[in-house]
């Protein structure tokens, strides 16, 4: 349910408000914009209802809403997120360019990286410590030293950075290290994960699943907000159908459909979705096209050596290219780039 307030209300009806609603046992989200502030009620629908808050003063309207998903829609809050994170920004129209290798192996490596995709305009370094591959037998990640090679590559080149947290158990590891915590397509329903990363002021990355549908990846989304933190940014990265040609079908109907649906600022990954090098420039355009507040795209000084999916990442000279080419596509869609210079 839905709780709107009259332009202006003053703060002692909205917090009378709130009052009852905590004694009814439900949670009150508070939405505050200039003029308007909206609740969002959690919480028993049977009891809630029961409630005569139409009559408060300071109350306009009632909503009763539907959806499984309240915090994260528009009707909650129309305004956009914006997230910031460290110099970067992301929503609210700052556009941001997420790069880097897809797995960590070597100080070398992520430092080269770093510093490529930065010099071309990158406003955030990814990297993965963790790495959660289908063959038991392939390379896992370097754990807690690639972290620490991440961490030492952003420190250089001022970049945040954003890695991916495999398991609940090593969540507040990674949150030393990280500034964006990474939630993987396969782990997008691990609602003992969502719960945990609700709680922690990091902002979370929240990668659309295999066969998620919207609805679900909203819903998962919901866990994080309930928890208490606001900061999600939302990744479609493809999704599994019966074409074989690329690795995944990449999705942009649900990039345009997410921004109608949500605050949350969404970006796409046409590295995942494609998996193959020669289409991700064709499908950053698309992407951005579609609405996208972002990007986030593999980048590795030697793809053909890379330990792990070397065929869809860039060598920095073409990501260097592939950014001079957004930038005025970027422009025009009246975006700018989420970074303070």
Known sequence: MLVIMKDHASQADVQHVVDLLTEAGAEAHLSRGEIKTIIGV?????VIYTLELEGLAGVEQVVRVLKP???VSRDFQPEDTVVRVGAATLGGGAFGVIAGPCSIESAEQMLAAARAVRDAGATMLRGGAYKPRTSPYAFQGMGVEGLKLLREAGDETGLPVVTEVLDV???ATVAEYADVLQVGARNMQNFMMLDELGT???PILLKRGLAATIEELLSAAEYVLKGGNRDVILCERGIRTFETYTRNTLDLAAVAALK???????IVDPSHATGRRDLIAPMARAAIAAGADGLMIEVHPDPEHARCDGPQ???PADFGALMTDLEPRIELEGKWSGVDV
């Open 42 to 46: 959690i919480g028993d629908r049977e």
């Open 69 to 71: 998903f309240k915090l």
């Open 169 to 171: 158990r090593d969540a």
């Open 200 to 202: 922690m002021r990091k």
């Open 260 to 266: 109608t649906l949500t605050h949350l600022p969404v």
């Open 313 to 315: 990442s860039l060598t």
